[in-house]
């Protein structure tokens, strides 16, 4: 490797290693604010947090790299402009072309390393991910009593406290309904003080409670109107209650309960539900015919006499339809008209699904490619307005993300919806921004100054100058 590729791969790795670091921040904050009324309240310790965050950063991976590889290689070379150092290797009889091919390498190395890490790495993550996120929805808030509020996620109680002490486990006021004989609020403990705790390794909650009374309703015979209510009242020193809190607990299910879906299958294995889904809308068009010829009613014609004695032919006779007739014409057309909207909506299902399946075969190719497309559509940008740093880099790719992006999600809603082949819309963003970064391309390579700054301020500065008058 010679010394020149040797300092612009060094100008472009931190650049690049720190622009993906930003960008996967900011997808994954996206992904945590998402989220963030399952994952709060759970009491769910750092380490299940950060696995948690670690798999969605896996799945952002492959839409942060195209972001990354336009913003390092277009400040890379705006640097390498803006000091005049593009220009001293011009000037050295090196070509733009060949300054460019130390990224060029690096940018065809990521878009293959970035279609493996989406077919391979990514479904795993996938499922990891999205199975977990299930169990932390399921999983039941922690503990929180607050003063004054009613706290109804024990099993079967209701506790409320007055007063809670700064070290979380003494109590002032302290009522509790308990509901566990299923007769509704018949049982009601109130306490001038008590303490919780858990034992056990949170298993168990523990309530003590001191100098209290309890209130059971003694409803009667209530089959009978005679009999009256009444409550009994008991008085204690000291009461003790040990509740179960196993269902606080979150359990981890079999993540392969989640594999049939579309995002936890590799390219292999989408192409495989994709030709099933085809075979299977093949069959159900070739049966729709036969399905529908049990709806189709035979009618007899009435037939008038032929002939007469005189031996000439008289004219037949139209068929008169009765009323009944009209009427079993109608119903039958009506069954015709249900049966094949149905059956039309469950083609449309069918070939739905198909399509998405297939937009997730063609997102892992088309989001590889992206990478190379950024690379083409930064360098010679960068090369072209010789300008570093955070600033117009910054700018300049945003713009260019966010048409990539929009062009993406509407080719892949228009594939999706059949307004568009899947191929089609799911290439187009690709397809268009490509001749874009060639035409950046041809334009830095021969120092073009179309897209320079200056050069529009002197075309603006010579409109606005006044004609001399003749």
Known sequence: ??????????????????????????????????????????DLGASLIAELLFYFSLNLAPMAFPLAILLSSLMTFGNLGEHHELTAIKTSGISLVRALRPVFVFAVLLTVAAFFFHNTIVPKANLRAYSLMWDIRQKKPSLDLKEGSFYNGLPNRSIRVGKKYPDGQTLKDVMIYDHSNGQGNTVVMLADSGKMYTQFNDQYLVLEMFNGKTFVEDKGNQGSPTQGSGFVRQGFGYNKMVVNMSSFQMTRSNSQWFADNKMMKNINQLTQVTDSLNKQKGVETKLLGPNIKPFHTQFTAFQAPDTVKTGKAKPKALPVASLSDVQTALNAARNVKSYTSSYASRLASIQREANNYEIEIHKKFAQALACFIMFLIGAPLGAIIRKGGLGMPVIISIVFFIIYYVLSILGEKWGREGVAPVAVGMWAANGILLPVGIFFLFQARNDSSLLEIDFWRKITARLRKPRKAV
């Open 1 to 42: 490797m010679k010394k020149l590729d040797k300092l612009i791969l060094k100008s472009f790795l931190g650049p690049f290693v720190l622009t993906f670091a930003v960008v996967e921040f900011i997808l994954l904050l996206q992904v945590i604010l998402k989220y963030l009324d399952d994952l709060i309240g759970k």
